[in-house]
T-cell receptor, first 115, second 115 residues
Framework: DAGVIQSPRHEVTEMGQEVTLRCKPI?????LFWYRQTMMRGLELLIY????????DSGMPEDRFSAKMPNASFSTLKIQPSEPRDSAVYFC?????????????FGPGTRLTVL | DQQVKQNSPSLSVQEGRISILNCDYT??????FLWYKKYPAEGPTFLIS?????DKNEDGRFTVFLNKSAKHLSLHIVPSQPGDSAVYFC??????????????FGKGTKLSVKP
């Protein structure tokens, strides 16, 4: 059974460039979450979707960040323009329903480095 | 301000002995607590959880204890095995007027189990 799939696994880009991170949740899962992990702030929720609809985006740091979920099997997190302080590991997670809301399945993460 | 704190960044234990990982929280609205385990280059995986109506939950070698009055929880691993070496994240969420709150993570404790 495939877990949550994220691509790319590593991304190195220069300041000012657009970055797009991709996620495929586990089939049948209604919730999708985007997290960011940094040394300073730990693991933080950026945004989550329920049935492809954004529910809570209060963790999105600023307008340079945007996330979409065009269908049940795909989501993107875009940073435009990227800055060095965006360097972090970005995780996507999914869970089946509201009863298992907290027991999330995480992807392997995308390590982003902005030079 | 951190709502979930793991004050020990690292812990080293001998194989076969007990590992005790600690976590403190500040938000009295939290009513559900979880532990996630993370290996290098992988995403966190759910390990065990406890509701605030309980003070103990056990799953094989893993037991979580909750002390609500002290706003403290701990994860016990007995006996510890080298394969348990990983980073352990404590997480908490609350129910706010019928809506499930988001997961708030601690910064993690790196456990090393020596053969």
């Amino acid at each position: 059974d495939a877990g949550v799939i994220q691509s790319p696994r590593h991304e190195v880009t220069e300041m000012g460039q657009e970055v797009t991170l991709r996620c495929k949740p586990i089939s049948g899962h209604d919730y999708l979450f985007w997290y960011r992990q940094t040394m300073m702030r730990g693991l933080e929720l950026l945004i989550y979707f329920n049935n492809n609809v954004p529910i809570d985006d209060s963790g999105m740091p600023e307008d340079r960040f945007s996330a979409k979920m065009p269908n049940a099997s795909f989501s993107t997190l875009k940073i435009q323009p990227s800055e060095p302080r965006d360097s972090a590991v970005y995780f996507c997670a999914s869970t089946m329903d509201s009863f298992s809301f907290n027991e999330q399945f995480f992807g392997p993460g995308t390590r982003l480095t902005v030079l | 301000d951190q709502q979930v704190k793991q004050n020990s960044p690292s812990l080293s234990v001998q194989e076969g002995r007990i590992s005790i990982l600690n976590c403190d929280y500040t938000n009295s609205m939290f009513d559900y607590f979880l532990w996630y385990k993370k290996y290098p280059a992988e995403g966190p995986t759910f390990l065990i959880s406890i509701s605030s109506i309980k003070d103990k939950n056990e799953d094989g070698r893993f037991t979580v204890f909750l002390n609500k009055s002290a706003k403290h929880l701990s994860l016990h691993i007995v006996p510890s095995q080298p394969g348990d070496s990983a980073v352990y994240f404590c997480a908490a969420s609350g129910n706010y007027g019928g809506s499930q709150g988001n997961l708030i993570f601690g910064k993690g404790t790196k456990l090393s189990v020596k053969p």
